[in-house]
C-alpha cells in the first residue's frame, strides 16, 4: 500500500513545488555563471598562447615565462573543464524547461555579447595595424580575435539551434549585437570624416599624425567604420533586428538611434556653430586653432544627423509609444543644449557688467552660449510643437503636435512622465545651484582677504538658477495645465456616459487599451472573451496596431446605445458592434 500524499506545495511555472524550482534555479545560476567564468578563461589561455606562436614562433618563454604558464593553465586545465560542463549543460537542453530558463538566455546572451565585442575590436585593430604598416603590433590582436571570433560563432551556433536555442531572451543578441555595430561604425565613420574635412580645411600638414600622413589615419578609421557595418547589417538585417517589436528593441531603438544620435548630431553642430562664430568675431587666436574644433564638429553633426533621421523614421514604424518616446528625447535633448545655452549667455553678460567692456574670454562665453542656443533652440520647438501639444493632451488626437496615441493613452502617460522627469531634475539642479549662490554670498562678506567682485562670484551659478528655474518653472505649468485638461475631459466624458449599460468584448488582442476606449467612450462596464482563433489571419502585418485598433473601436461606438451590446474584433482587425436585446 503506498503512503498517503502530503500537503501539495504550490505550484511553480515548470509544474513542481516552491521549493523545488528555487533549488533549479539555484543549481542553474551556479552551472551558468561557472561555465561563463571557464569559457572566459580558455578563451584568455588560448589566446596567450596563439598570440606567442604568432609573435615569437617556437620560443614561446622567451621573456615572460609566468605568462606562458598562466595561458598553459587557463587552456590546459580551463579548457576541459569548461568543454565537461558545456556537455553536460548541453546534454539537459532537450527538457522544455532548461530552455525556457532565465539561465540559458542570460549566458548565451552575455557570452555571445563579449565574444562578439573582443573579437570585432581586436579583429578591428589588427586590420588597421596592418594598413598602417605596422610590422607587429597586429599578431596579438589578430590572435586574441580569432580565439574569441571561434567563441561567438560557437556560441552563435547554440543560439540558432533549433532544438535547444533559449526561448526567452532570445532577442538579446540581435538587440545588443546590432547597437555594437551601430556605435563601432559611426564611431570610425566620424573620425574617417574628420581626418578628411581636417585636411582639407588645415592642409595634409596639419592633419598628419605623428610620423604618419593624414590618409593612412583615415584608412585606419574607414576599417573600423565598414567592420562596425557589417556587424549592424548582420544584426540589423540578416538577423531582423529592424523587425523585432519587444520592448529591449524599441527602448534600444530610442536610446541609441534617437537618444545617442540626437546627442552626437546637437554637439557636433553646436561645436561647428561656435568655431564659425569665433572666426567671425572673435580672432584672438591663430587661425589654424579656431579651425582644429571644426573638423571633428562638422563630421560627427554630419553622422549623427544621419543615423537620426534613419532611427527616427524606423521608430514611425514601431509602436506608437516608441514614436511618442523618440519625440520626447529629441525634444529633453534639445532642452538641454537649449538650457545650456541660456545659463552661458547669463554668465556672459554679467561678465560684462564686471568688467565693463566685453574682453576675449567673456566674447568666447557669450558666442559659446549663442551657438548652444541657437542649435537646442530650434530643434526643441520642432519636437516639442508647444503651439499644438497644449490643446491634445487627452484628446486622443494625432498628428505631428499630437500627444496621443489614440484612445489607448500612451502618449498621454508618456508626456505626463516626460514632464514630471524634467521638472524634477530642473528643480533638483536649482536647489543645488541656489545653494552654491548662498556659499559664495556668505563667502564674500565673510572673507575679507581675497576680495572680488560680488558678480564675478555668483554669475556662473546665477546663469545656471536662471536656465534651470526657467525649465522648471515651464514644465511645471504645462504640467499643471494638462491635469487641468484631463479633468475637464474626464468631467465632460461623464456626462456623456451611460451610453450603454455593459459591452461583452470578443478579441484575440491586448484587451487594456480597448478597455480604456469603452469606458472613455460609453461608461459600460466590460466583459472580456478571448478568441481561440486569434493571430490566424495572416501574421502581424495584417493586424493593425493598438492605436488603430483604438480609435477604429471609438469611432464604431459612437452613437451606439443599448442595455447591452456585443463587440467582436476579429483577428483581421474588423470590428463589428451588435446591440442585444434583453
Same mark, same amino acid.
Given at each position: 500500500?503506498?503512503?498517503?500524499?502530503?500537503?501539495?506545495?504550490?505550484?511553480?511555472?515548470?509544474?513542481?513545488?516552491?521549493?523545488?524550482? /528555487?533549488? #533549479?534555479?539555484?543549481?542553474?545560476?551556479?552551472?551558468?555563471?561557472?561555465?561563463?567564468?571557464?569559457?572566459?578563461?580558455?578563451?584568455?589561455?588560448?589566446?596567450?598562447?596563439?598570440?606567442? *606562436?604568432?609573435?615569437?614562433?617556437?620560443?614561446?618563454?622567451?621573456?615572460?615565462?609566468?605568462?606562458?604558464?598562466?595561458?598553459?593553465?587557463?587552456?590546459?586545465?580551463?579548457?576541459?573543464?569548461?568543454?565537461?560542463?558545456?556537455?553536460?549543460?548541453?546534454?539537459?537542453?532537450?527538457?522544455?524547461?532548461?530552455?525556457?530558463?532565465?539561465?540559458?538566455?542570460?549566458?548565451?546572451?552575455?557570452?555571445?555579447?563579449?565574444?562578439? %565585442?573582443?573579437?570585432?575590436?581586436?579583429?578591428?585593430?589588427?586590420?588597421?595595424?596592418?594598413?598602417?604598416?605596422?610590422?607587429?603590433?597586429?599578431?596579438?590582436?589578430?590572435?586574441?580575435?580569432?580565439?574569441?571570433?571561434? !567563441?561567438?560563432?560557437?556560441?552563435?551556433?547554440?543560439?540558432?539551434?533549433?532544438?535547444?536555442?533559449?526561448?526567452?531572451?532570445?532577442?538579446?543578441?540581435?538587440?545588443?549585437?546590432?547597437?555594437?555595430?551601430?556605435? %563601432?561604425?559611426?564611431?570610425?565613420?566620424?573620425?574617417?570624416?574628420?581626418?578628411?574635412?581636417?585636411?582639407?580645411?588645415?592642409?595634409?600638414?596639419?592633419?598628419?599624425?605623428?610620423?604618419?600622413?593624414?590618409?593612412?589615419?583615415? =584608412?585606419?578609421?574607414?576599417?573600423?567604420?565598414?567592420?562596425?557595418?557589417?556587424?549592424?547589417?548582420?544584426?540589423?538585417?540578416?538577423?531582423?533586428?529592424?523587425?523585432?517589436?519587444?520592448?529591449?528593441?524599441?527602448?534600444?531603438?530610442?536610446?541609441?538611434?534617437?537618444?545617442?544620435?540626437?546627442?552626437?548630431?546637437?554637439?557636433?553642430?553646436?561645436?561647428?556653430?561656435? /568655431?564659425?562664430?569665433?572666426?567671425?568675431?572673435?580672432?584672438?587666436?591663430?587661425?589654424?586653432?579656431?579651425?582644429?574644433?571644426?573638423?571633428?564638429? !562638422?563630421?560627427?553633426?554630419?553622422?549623427?544627423?544621419?543615423?537620426?533621421?534613419?532611427?527616427?523614421?524606423?521608430?514611425?514604424?514601431?509602436?506608437?509609444?516608441?514614436?511618442?518616446?523618440? #519625440? =520626447?528625447?529629441?525634444?529633453?535633448?534639445?532642452?538641454?543644449?537649449?538650457?545650456?545655452?541660456?545659463?552661458? %549667455?547669463?554668465?556672459?553678460?554679467?561678465?560684462?557688467? !564686471?568688467?565693463?567692456?566685453?574682453?576675449?574670454?567673456?566674447?568666447? *562665453?557669450?558666442?559659446?552660449?549663442?551657438?548652444?542656443? =541657437?542649435?537646442?533652440?530650434?530643434?526643441?520647438? *520642432?519636437?516639442?510643437?508647444?503651439?499644438?501639444?497644449?490643446?491634445?493632451?487627452?484628446?486622443?488626437?494625432?498628428?505631428?503636435?499630437?500627444?496621443?496615441?489614440?484612445?489607448?493613452?500612451?502618449?498621454?502617460?508618456?508626456?505626463?512622465?516626460?514632464?514630471?522627469?524634467?521638472?524634477?531634475?530642473?528643480?533638483?539642479?536649482?536647489?543645488?545651484?541656489?545653494?552654491?549662490?548662498?556659499?559664495?554670498?556668505?563667502?564674500?562678506?565673510?572673507?575679507?582677504?581675497?576680495?572680488?567682485?560680488?558678480?564675478?562670484?555668483?554669475?556662473?551659478?546665477?546663469?545656471?538658477?536662471?536656465?534651470?528655474?526657467?525649465?522648471?518653472?515651464?514644465?511645471?505649468?504645462?504640467?499643471?495645465?494638462?491635469?487641468?485638461?484631463?479633468?475637464?475631459?474626464?468631467?465632460?466624458?461623464?456626462?456623456?456616459?451611460?451610453?450603454?449599460?455593459?459591452?461583452?468584448?470578443?478579441?484575440?488582442?491586448?484587451?487594456?487599451?480597448?478597455?480604456?476606449?469603452?469606458?472613455?467612450?460609453?461608461?459600460?462596464?466590460?466583459? !472580456?472573451?478571448?478568441?481561440?482563433?486569434?493571430?490566424?489571419?495572416?501574421?502581424?502585418? /495584417?493586424?493593425?496596431?493598438?492605436?488603430?485598433?483604438?480609435?477604429?473601436?471609438?469611432?464604431?461606438?459612437?452613437?451606439?446605445?443599448?442595455?447591452?451590446?456585443?463587440?467582436?474584433?476579429?483577428?483581421?482587425?474588423?470590428?463589428?458592434?451588435?446591440?442585444?436585446?434583453?
Amino acid at each position: 500500500m503506498s503512503a498517503p500524499a502530503g500537503p501539495a506545495g504550490p505550484a511553480g511555472p515548470e509544474g513542481g513545488s516552491a521549493p523545488g524550482l /528555487a533549488q #533549479r534555479t539555484v543549481r542553474r545560476l551556479i552551472i551558468y555563471v561557472l561555465l561563463y567564468a571557464l569559457v572566459v578563461i580558455a578563451a584568455v589561455g588560448l589566446s596567450g598562447l596563439l598570440g606567442r *606562436l604568432l609573435v615569437a614562433g617556437t620560443e614561446l618563454a622567451t621573456g615572460d615565462a609566468a605568462g606562458l604558464a598562466r595561458s598553459l593553465a587557463f587552456t590546459l586545465i580551463g579548457g576541459p573543464l569548461a568543454a565537461l560542463l558545456w556537455w553536460a549543460v548541453w546534454r539537459r537542453l532537450h527538457d522544455g524547461a532548461e530552455r525556457s530558463s532565465a539561465g540559458w538566455g542570460l549566458y548565451l546572451a552575455g557570452t555571445y555579447t563579449l565574444s562578439l %565585442i573582443v573579437a570585432t575590436s581586436n579583429l578591428l585593430g589588427a586590420l588597421a595595424s596592418l594598413v598602417a604598416g605596422e610590422p607587429l603590433a597586429w599578431r596579438y590582436p589578430l590572435a586574441t580575435g580569432l580565439v574569441w571570433a571561434a !567563441v561567438w560563432l560557437w556560441h552563435r551556433w547554440m543560439w540558432r539551434n533549433p532544438g535547444r536555442s533559449p526561448t526567452r531572451l532570445a532577442d538579446v543578441p540581435t538587440v545588443l549585437g546590432s547597437v555594437l555595430g551601430l556605435v %563601432i561604425g559611426v564611431g570610425g565613420a566620424v573620425s574617417a570624416l574628420s581626418t578628411l574635412f581636417d585636411a582639407a580645411l588645415r592642409g595634409a600638414t596639419a592633419a598628419a599624425s605623428v610620423g604618419k600622413p593624414w590618409w593612412v589615419s583615415a =584608412l585606419q578609421s574607414l576599417v573600423w567604420a565598414a567592420g562596425g557595418g557589417l556587424v549592424w547589417w548582420w544584426h540589423w538585417k540578416h538577423d531582423g533586428g529592424q523587425r523585432l517589436r519587444t520592448g529591449l528593441a524599441s527602448v534600444a531603438l530610442v536610446t541609441v538611434g534617437v537618444l545617442g544620435a540626437g546627442i552626437l548630431t546637437l554637439g557636433g553642430a553646436g561645436v561647428a556653430l561656435f /568655431a564659425v562664430l569665433r572666426l567671425l568675431f572673435d580672432r584672438t587666436e591663430s587661425p589654424g586653432l579656431l579651425l582644429e574644433p571644426l573638423a571633428p564638429a !562638422v563630421a560627427a553633426a554630419a553622422i549623427g544627423s544621419l543615423v537620426w533621421a534613419y532611427h527616427r523614421a524606423m521608430a514611425r514604424r514601431r509602436s506608437d509609444a516608441t514614436l511618442e518616446g523618440g #519625440r =520626447l528625447v529629441t525634444s529633453g535633448v534639445a532642452l538641454v543644449a537649449a538650457a545650456s545655452g541660456i545659463g552661458v %549667455i547669463v554668465n556672459a553678460v554679467l561678465a560684462m557688467l !564686471v568688467t565693463t567692456l566685453a574682453g576675449s574670454g567673456t566674447r568666447t *562665453l557669450l558666442l559659446g552660449g549663442l551657438s548652444s542656443l =541657437l542649435v537646442g533652440g530650434p530643434v526643441w520647438w *520642432l519636437a516639442w510643437n508647444p503651439a499644438v501639444r497644449t490643446g491634445a493632451v487627452g484628446t486622443g488626437a494625432t498628428g505631428s503636435g499630437a500627444t496621443g496615441t489614440g484612445a489607448a493613452g500612451t502618449g498621454p502617460d508618456a508626456r505626463r512622465i516626460y514632464l514630471v522627469v524634467v521638472f524634477g531634475l530642473s528643480a533638483v539642479a536649482a536647489v543645488i545651484t541656489l545653494l552654491v549662490i548662498g556659499f559664495r554670498v556668505f563667502e564674500f562678506f565673510l572673507d575679507t582677504v581675497t576680495g572680488g567682485s560680488f558678480l564675478d562670484r555668483i554669475r556662473a551659478p546665477l546663469g545656471l538658477l536662471v536656465a534651470t528655474g526657467l525649465a522648471a518653472g515651464y514644465h511645471f505649468a504645462v504640467w499643471r495645465h494638462d491635469r487641468a485638461a484631463l479633468a475637464a475631459a474626464g468631467a465632460a466624458g461623464a456626462a456623456r456616459r451611460r451610453t450603454i449599460g455593459h459591452v461583452i468584448l470578443v478579441t484575440g488582442a491586448d484587451p487594456a487599451p480597448l478597455h480604456r476606449v469603452i469606458d472613455e467612450v460609453t461608461g459600460a462596464s466590460v466583459t !472580456v472573451w478571448r478568441r481561440a482563433d486569434a493571430g490566424a489571419a495572416g501574421g502581424d502585418a /495584417a493586424v493593425p496596431g493598438a492605436g488603430e485598433l483604438a480609435g477604429r473601436l471609438s469611432e464604431a461606438l459612437d452613437g451606439v446605445t443599448g442595455k447591452r451590446v456585443l463587440v467582436t474584433i476579429g483577428p483581421d482587425g474588423r470590428i463589428d458592434v451588435v446591440p442585444l436585446v434583453g
